[in-house]
C-alpha cells in the first residue's frame, strides 16, 4: 500500500486561506485515486474532494464546492487541497487518502494519513 502523510493544518480566521499537502511514498502514486475528507468535532468523517489518477477528473462535496481546489503532482507524488474563503464549519481533522479505484468510488479509499488539524476561528 501507498503510504500518505499530511502537513499544511494550522489555525486561520474566517475568510482566510490554508494549503495542505499529501506527500506520498511507497508505490506509484499516479496509479491511486486521491481524496481528502475531514471529520469534525462529533461529526462523522465525510468525503471534500477526490481526484483521478492523472489530475483530469475532480469531485466536490457540496459545502466545499466554490472554495477549495484538489491537485495533484505526479513528478512530486504529492496531492494538494487548497482551502479558501474557510468557514468556522470547515474546523476539522482533514485526512488524505488513496485507492486503486476511480475517484467517484468514495467508498474505496483504504490507505489512509494520520490527519492534520485544520481549526477557523469566527
Known amino acids: 500500500q501507498v503510504q500518505l502523510v499530511e502537513s499544511g493544518g494550522g489555525l486561520v480566521q474566517a475568510g482566510g486561506s490554508l494549503r495542505l499537502s499529501c506527500a506520498a511514498s511507497?508505490?506509484?502514486?499516479?496509479?491511486?485515486?486521491i481524496g481528502w475528507f475531514r471529520q469534525g468535532p462529533g461529526k462523522e468523517r465525510e468525503v471534500v474532494a477526490t481526484?483521478?489518477?492523472?489530475?483530469?477528473?475532480?469531485y466536490y462535496s457540496d459545502s466545499v464546492k466554490g472554495r477549495f481546489t484538489i491537485s495533484r503532482d505526479n513528478s512530486k507524488d504529492t496531492a494538494y487541497l487548497q482551502m479558501n474563503s474557510l468557514k468556522p464549519e470547515d474546523t476539522a481533522v482533514y485526512y488524505c487518502a488513496a485507492t486503486v479505484y476511480a475517484y467517484y468510488y468514495t467508498d474505496s479509499f483504504n490507505s489512509w494519513g494520520q490527519g492534520t488539524q485544520v481549526t477557523v476561528s469566527s
Open positions: 511507497g508505490r506509484t502514486f499516479s496509479g491511486y485515486s
Open positions: 481526484i483521478s489518477w492523472s489530475g483530469s477528473s475532480t
